[in-house]
């Protein structure tokens, strides 16, 4: 038995009961190989209480986790770094050029024409 959930983004699952979902792991591993994306969501009285995925959809959550946990951090750092920056103990951009040899020059292509 399917029932219709109404997603807080609009979008609607549709739910089998936990019983029939079981039975229908086979067939969504099917779908799966052959190229479909939809989720099984299962759950009791037309509310989901868990989702099956297919592995790639999985390995790419994981690798979206990953990456937005990276950017988190990232940020974190960021924050922290700005909020304790001493304009007296940094180092001006042309000090950097000077220091890294970063002169403007005009075989590079970068230069001023």
Avoid: C
Wanted: charged residues 30%.
């Amino acid at each position: 038995m399917q029932t219709p959930y109404h997603l807080p983004n609009g979008d609607t699952a549709m739910v089998v009961d936990t019983e029939t979902a079981g039975q229908s792991l086979g067939r969504a591993a099917q779908l799966w190989r052959e190229g479909a994306t939809e989720p099984l969501f299962y759950g009791s009285a037309g509310k989901p209480e868990g989702v099956v995925i297919s592995f790639d959809q999985w390995a790419e959550y994981e690798a979206l986790k990953l990456e937005a946990d990276t950017d988190r951090r990232v940020e974190e750092i960021t924050r922290e770094r700005v909020a304790n920056f001493r304009p007296d103990k940094g180092v001006s951009f042309d000090d950097l050029v000077r220091e890294y040899g970063w002169e403007d020059s005009d075989d590079d292509g970068g230069g001023k024409s």
